[in-house]
Protein backbone atom coordinates (compact mmCIF):
# COMPACT_ATOMS: atom_id res chain seq x y z
CA UNK A 1 0.00 0.00 0.00
CA UNK A 2 1.29 3.68 -0.78
CA UNK A 3 1.68 5.77 1.89
CA UNK A 4 -0.76 8.66 2.84
CA UNK A 5 0.76 11.93 2.21
CA UNK A 6 -1.05 14.53 4.34
CA UNK A 7 0.66 18.16 5.14
CA UNK A 8 2.61 17.35 8.04
CA UNK A 9 5.84 17.59 8.90
CA UNK A 10 7.95 14.30 7.00
CA UNK A 11 9.74 12.54 10.18
CA UNK A 12 12.87 12.04 9.24
CA UNK A 13 15.96 9.34 10.14
CA UNK A 14 19.53 10.59 10.32
CA UNK A 15 21.67 7.48 9.28
CA UNK A 16 25.46 8.22 10.40
CA UNK A 17 26.37 11.07 13.39
CA UNK A 18 29.71 12.32 12.21
CA UNK A 19 30.41 16.01 10.49
CA UNK A 20 27.30 16.05 8.94
CA UNK A 21 24.69 13.95 10.49
CA UNK A 22 25.41 15.39 13.57
CA UNK A 23 24.83 18.98 12.17
CA UNK A 24 21.63 17.84 10.06
CA UNK A 25 19.93 16.21 13.64
CA UNK A 26 20.68 19.06 15.45
CA UNK A 27 19.56 21.40 13.26
CA UNK A 28 15.94 19.57 11.93
CA UNK A 29 15.39 19.05 15.40
CA UNK A 30 15.89 22.91 16.39
CA UNK A 31 13.82 23.52 13.20
CA UNK A 32 10.71 21.37 14.79
CA UNK A 33 10.79 18.12 13.00
CA UNK A 34 10.66 14.97 14.36
CA UNK A 35 14.18 13.55 14.44
CA UNK A 36 15.67 9.49 15.06
CA UNK A 37 19.17 9.07 14.71
CA UNK A 38 20.68 5.46 13.43
CA UNK A 39 23.67 3.80 14.27
CA UNK A 40 25.14 1.15 14.79
CA UNK A 41 25.11 0.13 18.66
CA UNK A 42 28.36 0.59 20.17
CA UNK A 43 29.77 2.46 16.99
CA UNK A 44 32.08 5.22 17.51
CA UNK A 45 29.26 8.00 17.82
CA UNK A 46 26.82 6.93 19.54
CA UNK A 47 28.07 8.79 22.99
CA UNK A 48 27.78 11.97 21.41
CA UNK A 49 24.19 11.79 19.67
CA UNK A 50 22.76 10.06 23.03
CA UNK A 51 24.54 13.30 25.04
CA UNK A 52 22.82 15.56 22.17
CA UNK A 53 19.64 14.23 23.46
CA UNK A 54 18.74 11.75 20.88
CA UNK A 55 16.71 8.37 21.30
CA UNK A 56 19.70 6.42 19.05
CA UNK A 57 18.40 2.96 17.34
CA UNK A 58 19.74 0.53 14.83
CA UNK A 59 20.24 2.14 11.33
CA UNK A 60 17.04 -0.96 10.23
CA UNK A 61 15.00 0.14 12.93
CA UNK A 62 15.50 4.40 12.52
CA UNK A 63 14.58 3.38 8.85
CA UNK A 64 11.65 1.68 8.76
CA UNK A 65 9.50 4.34 10.69
CA UNK A 66 10.75 7.98 8.83
CA UNK A 67 9.42 9.89 5.74
CA UNK A 68 13.20 10.78 4.98
CA UNK A 69 16.01 8.43 5.81
CA UNK A 70 19.29 10.87 5.10
CA UNK A 71 22.08 8.31 4.18
CA UNK A 72 25.06 10.65 6.01
CA UNK A 73 27.44 8.09 6.66
CA UNK A 74 31.45 7.68 4.81
CA UNK A 75 30.19 7.56 1.13
CA UNK A 76 32.40 3.90 1.13
CA UNK A 77 30.06 2.07 3.10
CA UNK A 78 26.81 3.21 1.61
CA UNK A 79 25.93 0.96 -0.89
CA UNK A 80 26.04 -2.12 1.57
CA UNK A 81 24.09 -0.17 4.39
CA UNK A 82 21.47 0.78 1.28
CA UNK A 83 21.59 -3.35 -0.16
CA UNK A 84 21.72 -4.46 3.13
CA UNK A 85 19.64 -2.74 5.55
CA UNK A 86 17.91 0.33 3.90
CA UNK A 87 16.07 -0.84 1.21
CA UNK A 88 15.04 -3.90 3.08
CA UNK A 89 13.76 -1.81 5.74
CA UNK A 90 12.69 1.93 4.28
CA UNK A 91 8.33 2.37 3.96
CA UNK A 92 7.27 2.15 0.99
CA UNK A 93 7.07 5.27 -0.95
CA UNK A 94 9.54 7.03 1.61
CA UNK A 95 12.52 9.27 0.10
CA UNK A 96 16.31 8.38 0.25
CA UNK A 97 18.42 11.31 0.73
CA UNK A 98 22.13 11.89 0.61
CA UNK A 99 24.27 14.23 1.13
CA UNK A 100 26.85 13.82 -2.41
CA UNK A 101 25.46 12.18 -5.46
CA UNK A 102 28.64 9.38 -5.29
CA UNK A 103 26.99 6.02 -5.03
CA UNK A 104 23.75 6.96 -6.98
CA UNK A 105 25.83 8.76 -9.61
CA UNK A 106 28.29 6.57 -10.36
CA UNK A 107 25.68 3.21 -9.99
CA UNK A 108 26.46 1.61 -7.07
CA UNK A 109 22.92 2.26 -5.52
CA UNK A 110 20.16 1.23 -7.98
CA UNK A 111 17.38 2.58 -5.31
CA UNK A 112 14.05 1.08 -5.28
CA UNK A 113 11.60 2.04 -7.64
CA UNK A 114 8.78 3.15 -5.22
CA UNK A 115 10.98 5.69 -3.48
CA UNK A 116 11.59 9.70 -3.83
CA UNK A 117 15.82 10.21 -4.08
CA UNK A 118 17.22 13.55 -3.62
CA UNK A 119 19.99 14.98 -2.98
CA UNK A 120 20.65 17.98 -0.17
CA UNK A 121 24.46 18.79 -0.05
CA UNK A 122 25.57 22.16 2.26
CA UNK A 123 27.95 24.01 0.77
CA UNK A 124 30.40 23.64 4.21
CA UNK A 125 31.25 21.23 6.61
CA UNK A 126 28.89 19.93 9.09
CA UNK A 127 30.43 21.86 11.89
CA UNK A 128 29.72 25.19 9.71
CA UNK A 129 26.32 23.81 9.34
CA UNK A 130 25.35 23.93 12.72
CA UNK A 131 27.25 27.37 14.06
CA UNK A 132 25.79 29.67 11.02
CA UNK A 133 22.23 27.93 12.01
CA UNK A 134 23.33 28.55 16.03
CA UNK A 135 23.18 32.13 15.20
CA UNK A 136 20.94 32.47 12.81
CA UNK A 137 21.93 32.24 9.47
CA UNK A 138 23.11 29.36 7.18
CA UNK A 139 25.26 27.67 4.79
CA UNK A 140 24.36 27.78 1.13
CA UNK A 141 22.78 24.09 0.16
CA UNK A 142 22.60 22.83 -3.23
CA UNK A 143 19.73 20.02 -4.03
CA UNK A 144 18.63 17.61 -6.83
CA UNK A 145 16.06 14.98 -7.44
CA UNK A 146 17.48 11.72 -9.42
CA UNK A 147 13.91 10.05 -8.60
CA UNK A 148 9.80 11.28 -8.15
CA UNK A 149 8.02 9.09 -7.02
CA UNK A 150 5.30 11.17 -4.43
CA UNK A 151 5.03 14.20 -7.03
CA UNK A 152 6.69 15.83 -3.81
CA UNK A 153 10.58 15.19 -4.13
CA UNK A 154 11.61 18.62 -4.66
CA UNK A 155 9.39 20.28 -1.99
CA UNK A 156 10.45 17.49 0.34
CA UNK A 157 14.53 18.11 -0.59
CA UNK A 158 13.53 21.87 -0.26
CA UNK A 159 11.65 21.47 2.92
CA UNK A 160 14.71 19.46 4.47
CA UNK A 161 17.38 22.40 2.98
CA UNK A 162 14.94 24.56 4.63
CA UNK A 163 15.36 22.52 7.84
CA UNK A 164 18.98 22.51 8.37
CA UNK A 165 19.12 26.66 7.73
CA UNK A 166 20.29 26.66 3.95
CA UNK A 167 17.24 28.63 3.01
CA UNK A 168 18.36 31.17 5.08
CA UNK A 169 21.54 31.41 2.95
CA UNK A 170 20.84 30.28 -0.97
CA UNK A 171 19.16 26.76 -2.38
CA UNK A 172 20.14 26.14 -5.87
CA UNK A 173 19.35 23.43 -8.05
CA UNK A 174 21.24 21.10 -9.24
CA UNK A 175 21.51 17.24 -10.54
CA UNK A 176 23.58 13.98 -9.36
CA UNK A 177 25.80 14.06 -12.00
CA UNK A 178 26.70 17.99 -11.62
CA UNK A 179 26.88 18.11 -7.84
CA UNK A 180 29.49 14.20 -7.50
CA UNK A 181 31.36 15.72 -10.77
CA UNK A 182 32.06 19.21 -9.47
CA UNK A 183 32.22 18.54 -5.87
CA UNK A 184 34.79 15.92 -6.41
CA UNK A 185 36.48 18.09 -9.26
CA UNK A 186 36.55 20.90 -6.40
CA UNK A 187 37.81 19.09 -3.86
CA UNK A 188 40.73 17.65 -5.80
CA UNK A 189 42.13 20.51 -8.36
CA UNK A 190 41.71 23.47 -6.21
CA UNK A 191 40.19 23.16 -2.22
CA UNK A 192 41.93 20.25 -1.09
CA UNK A 193 44.96 18.63 -3.46
CA UNK A 194 45.51 22.23 -5.36
CA UNK A 195 45.54 24.16 -2.20
CA UNK A 196 47.72 21.82 0.06
CA UNK A 197 50.33 21.01 -2.62
CA UNK A 198 50.52 24.47 -3.41
CA UNK A 199 51.55 25.50 0.20
CA UNK A 200 54.32 22.67 0.48
CA UNK A 201 55.64 23.70 -2.34
CA UNK A 202 55.58 26.73 -1.61
CA UNK A 203 57.31 25.97 2.03
CA UNK A 204 59.71 23.82 0.61
CA UNK A 205 61.09 26.41 -2.00
CA UNK A 206 61.72 28.78 0.86
CA UNK A 207 63.28 26.71 3.61
CA UNK A 208 65.36 24.82 0.60
CA UNK A 209 66.49 28.29 -0.20
CA UNK A 210 67.64 28.29 3.20
CA UNK A 211 65.13 30.87 5.06
CA UNK A 212 63.66 30.17 8.32
CA UNK A 213 61.02 27.20 8.56
CA UNK A 214 58.86 29.92 10.43
CA UNK A 215 58.97 32.68 8.53
CA UNK A 216 58.43 30.51 5.29
CA UNK A 217 54.98 29.20 7.32
CA UNK A 218 53.84 32.71 8.03
CA UNK A 219 54.36 33.53 4.41
CA UNK A 220 52.44 30.32 2.86
CA UNK A 221 50.41 28.88 4.74
CA UNK A 222 49.00 31.40 7.76
CA UNK A 223 48.64 34.32 5.46
CA UNK A 224 46.47 32.49 3.05
CA UNK A 225 43.62 32.84 5.04
CA UNK A 226 43.26 36.50 5.17
CA UNK A 227 43.65 36.20 0.94
CA UNK A 228 40.45 33.37 1.44
CA UNK A 229 38.61 35.57 3.68
CA UNK A 230 39.31 38.23 1.05
CA UNK A 231 37.78 36.30 -1.63
CA UNK A 232 35.14 34.66 0.37
CA UNK A 233 33.88 37.90 1.50
CA UNK A 234 33.92 40.02 -2.04
CA UNK A 235 35.89 37.85 -4.69
CA UNK A 236 39.36 38.25 -6.29
CA UNK A 237 38.80 41.90 -6.77
CA UNK A 238 38.17 42.53 -2.64
CA UNK A 239 41.81 41.11 -2.70
CA UNK A 240 42.77 43.49 -5.54
CA UNK A 241 41.61 46.33 -3.48
CA UNK A 242 43.03 45.21 0.04
CA UNK A 243 46.72 44.28 -1.45
CA UNK A 244 49.67 46.45 -2.18
CA UNK A 245 50.71 47.64 -5.62
CA UNK A 246 53.48 45.62 -5.02
CA UNK A 247 51.53 42.40 -4.52
CA UNK A 248 49.29 43.17 -7.44
CA UNK A 249 51.83 43.70 -9.70
CA UNK A 250 53.62 40.59 -8.25
CA UNK A 251 50.55 38.38 -8.95
CA UNK A 252 49.99 39.26 -12.55
CA UNK A 253 53.33 38.44 -13.37
CA UNK A 254 54.14 35.62 -11.40
CA UNK A 255 50.80 33.95 -10.83
CA UNK A 256 50.62 32.33 -14.37
CA UNK A 257 54.35 31.54 -14.56
CA UNK A 258 53.34 28.87 -11.23
CA UNK A 259 49.43 27.78 -12.51
CA UNK A 260 49.99 27.71 -16.47
CA UNK A 261 48.48 26.37 -19.46
CA UNK A 262 49.93 23.21 -18.40
CA UNK A 263 48.20 22.86 -15.07
CA UNK A 264 45.07 24.03 -17.13
CA UNK A 265 45.47 21.07 -19.30
CA UNK A 266 46.17 18.57 -15.97
CA UNK A 267 42.96 19.80 -14.35
CA UNK A 268 40.87 18.77 -17.58
CA UNK A 269 42.58 15.39 -17.34
CA UNK A 270 41.62 14.97 -13.94
CA UNK A 271 37.99 15.87 -14.53
CA UNK A 272 38.10 13.64 -17.46
CA UNK A 273 39.22 10.83 -14.92
CA UNK A 274 36.13 11.81 -12.60
CA UNK A 275 33.64 11.83 -15.42
CA UNK A 276 34.51 8.16 -17.28
CA UNK A 277 34.04 7.05 -13.83
CA UNK A 278 38.30 6.07 -13.30
CA UNK A 279 38.40 8.19 -10.34
CA UNK A 280 35.80 6.15 -8.47
CA UNK A 281 36.46 2.86 -10.19
CA UNK A 282 39.78 3.70 -8.49
CA UNK A 283 39.04 4.73 -5.43
CA UNK A 284 36.52 1.75 -4.46
CA UNK A 285 39.52 -0.51 -5.82
CA UNK A 286 41.44 1.33 -2.87
CA UNK A 287 39.30 1.15 -0.37
CA UNK A 288 38.54 -2.53 -0.72
CA UNK A 289 42.09 -3.27 -0.81
CA UNK A 290 42.36 -1.77 2.47
CA UNK A 291 43.28 1.71 1.65
CA UNK A 292 47.05 1.40 1.54
CA UNK A 293 48.22 4.09 -0.85
CA UNK A 294 45.16 6.34 1.28
CA UNK A 295 47.29 5.51 4.32
CA UNK A 296 50.65 6.48 2.76
CA UNK A 297 49.84 9.52 1.44
CA UNK A 298 47.84 10.46 4.24
CA UNK A 299 51.03 9.65 6.59
CA UNK A 300 53.42 11.69 4.19
CA UNK A 301 51.03 15.04 4.20
CA UNK A 302 51.40 14.20 8.53
CA UNK A 303 54.91 13.93 8.61
CA UNK A 304 55.71 17.22 6.19
CA UNK A 305 57.70 19.44 8.17
CA UNK A 306 55.72 22.34 7.55
CA UNK A 307 53.05 20.34 9.85
CA UNK A 308 55.84 20.35 12.79
CA UNK A 309 56.70 24.56 12.17
CA UNK A 310 52.45 25.00 12.25
CA UNK A 311 52.10 23.15 16.06
CA UNK A 312 54.78 25.27 17.15
CA UNK A 313 53.64 28.47 16.01
CA UNK A 314 50.04 28.11 16.52
CA UNK A 315 50.48 27.01 19.89
CA UNK A 316 51.68 30.72 20.29
CA UNK A 317 48.66 32.58 18.92
CA UNK A 318 46.20 32.59 21.94
CA UNK A 319 43.09 33.01 19.69
CA UNK A 320 43.70 30.51 17.57
CA UNK A 321 43.54 27.94 21.06
CA UNK A 322 40.17 30.12 21.57
CA UNK A 323 38.84 29.53 18.37
CA UNK A 324 35.97 27.02 18.11
CA UNK A 325 37.62 24.84 15.17
CA UNK A 326 34.99 25.29 12.24
CA UNK A 327 36.31 21.49 10.45
CA UNK A 328 35.97 19.92 13.90
CA UNK A 329 35.37 16.30 13.20
CA UNK A 330 33.32 14.33 16.03
CA UNK A 331 33.94 11.22 13.97
CA UNK A 332 36.68 8.78 13.54
CA UNK A 333 39.14 10.27 11.11
CA UNK A 334 38.11 8.86 7.49
CA UNK A 335 41.35 6.44 8.22
CA UNK A 336 39.35 4.25 10.02
CA UNK A 337 36.21 3.94 7.98
CA UNK A 338 37.67 0.58 6.83
CA UNK A 339 37.20 -1.18 10.41
CA UNK A 340 33.58 0.71 10.99
CA UNK A 341 32.70 -0.51 7.73
CA UNK A 342 33.26 -4.03 9.10
P1 LIG B 1 31.76 11.20 8.84
O1 LIG B 1 32.88 10.29 8.52
O2 LIG B 1 32.06 12.48 9.55
O3 LIG B 1 30.66 10.44 9.72
C1 LIG B 1 30.16 9.20 9.38
C2 LIG B 1 29.16 8.67 10.40
O4 LIG B 1 28.63 7.43 9.90
C3 LIG B 1 29.73 8.36 11.77
O5 LIG B 1 28.73 8.60 12.73
C4 LIG B 1 30.02 6.87 11.68
O6 LIG B 1 30.06 6.24 12.93
C5 LIG B 1 28.80 6.41 10.88
N1 LIG B 1 28.96 5.15 10.18
C6 LIG B 1 30.07 4.66 9.56
N2 LIG B 1 29.80 3.46 9.00
C7 LIG B 1 28.48 3.20 9.24
C8 LIG B 1 27.61 2.12 8.92
N3 LIG B 1 28.03 1.09 8.21
N4 LIG B 1 26.33 2.20 9.36
C9 LIG B 1 25.87 3.24 10.08
N5 LIG B 1 26.65 4.30 10.41
C10 LIG B 1 27.94 4.27 10.00
O7 LIG B 1 31.00 11.50 7.45
P2 LIG B 1 30.70 12.92 6.78
O8 LIG B 1 32.00 13.59 6.41
O9 LIG B 1 29.68 13.66 7.58
O10 LIG B 1 30.05 12.44 5.39
C11 LIG B 1 28.70 11.98 5.32
C12 LIG B 1 28.16 12.29 3.95
O11 LIG B 1 28.10 13.72 3.78
C13 LIG B 1 29.00 11.75 2.80
O12 LIG B 1 28.13 11.37 1.77
C14 LIG B 1 29.81 12.98 2.38
O13 LIG B 1 30.24 12.94 1.03
C15 LIG B 1 28.77 14.07 2.58
N6 LIG B 1 29.30 15.43 2.74
C16 LIG B 1 30.28 15.68 3.66
C17 LIG B 1 30.74 16.96 3.83
C18 LIG B 1 31.79 17.28 4.88
O14 LIG B 1 32.17 18.44 4.97
N7 LIG B 1 32.27 16.34 5.69
C19 LIG B 1 30.20 18.03 3.08
C20 LIG B 1 29.16 17.75 2.18
C21 LIG B 1 28.72 16.44 2.02
MG1 LIG C 1 33.45 16.86 -1.36
Given at each position: MTQQHTDRQPTIAVIGYGSQGRAHALNLRDSGFDVTVGLRPGGPTEQRATADGFTVVTPAEAAAKADIVAVLTPDMVQAKLYEEVLAPNMREGACL???????????????????????????????????????????????????????????????????IGGARANVI??????????????????????????VQAGYETLVEAGYQPEIAYYEVLHELKLIVDLFYEGGIGRMLEFISETAQYGDFVSGPRIIDAGTKARMKE????????????????????????????????????IEETGRKLRAAMQWLQDA???????????????TEAA
Open positions: LFAHGFNVHYGRIAPREDLDVILVAPKGPGALVRREYEIGRGVPCIFAVEQDRSGRAEALARTYAAGRTTFKEETETDLFGEQAVLCGGASALVLADIQDGTFARNWIAEYEAGLPNYKRHRQADLDHPRPVAAKPAASPATAQ
